[in-house]
């Protein structure tokens, strides 16, 4: 898997940006291993033949790639895993001028996706414990902060180290227990 994508077309980015091909993409990161597309379905709780259509446009678009099959009871399973662990958009210049609106609009709904997937899983956390008398072991943050370029490289290079580190951590250690991250950190015009 490579580190980083740079998604091109139109079509590329219409893929990831449909929120459920986004599901199914989300399900291969948390596999953390290549999957097959019954392993994504039982995750999603979805019929196989559903996702199998999904996973086979985000194939042919390059977004997931097989990596092996494998016979298991005379069928051959055939397991994916997405092709980079981030995706960028870059479209050219003509095509940006062309569909400048749809991209922009495709990118907004990506984005709308991944902040509204964020904060549903934080207020059914919520709800969760309350229910149940239980104190929220989470917070939410929002800062402007005033850095150098440097300092805002050294910032985000300590948050990937930090996420790449924890996100590998092998599970079945004692205490362990699944937290939710999500981070925004961009650089702003100044008021």
Not at 34 to 45: C, E, N, R
Request: proline share 2%.
């Amino acid at each position: 898997m490579e580190d980083k994508k740079t998604l091109t077309t139109l079509d590329e980015v219409k893929a990831i940006a449909d929120p459920y091909k986004y599901r199914i993409l989300l399900c291969f990161y948390s596999m953390k291993e290549p999957a097959t597309v019954k392993q994504i379905a039982d995750s999603l709780k979805e019929v196989p033949a559903k996702v199998h259509y999904h996973v086979k446009k985000m194939e042919t678009l390059g977004i997931l790639k097989l990596i092996y099959t494998k016979e298991i009871k005379g069928i051959i399973a055939k397991y994916y895993e997405p092709t980079a662990a981030n995706f960028d958009i870059k479209c050219s210049k003509e095509a940006m001028t062309r569909n400048k609106n749809l991209i922009l609009a495709e990118s907004q709904r990506l984005l709308g996706e991944i902040y509204d997937t964020s904060k549903n899983d934080f207020f059914e956390e919520l709800i969760r414990t309350s229910e149940i008398g239980e104190k929220t072991e989470g917070a939410l943050r929002l800062s402007d902060l005033y850095l150098t370029a440097e300092e805002a490289e050294e910032f985000s290079s300590y948050m990937d180290e930090f996420i790449k580190r924890y996100e590998a951590k092998d599970r079945s250690e004692n205490n362990i227990g699944k937290y939710h991250c999500f981070i925004s950190f961009f650089k702003t015009k100044e008021d």
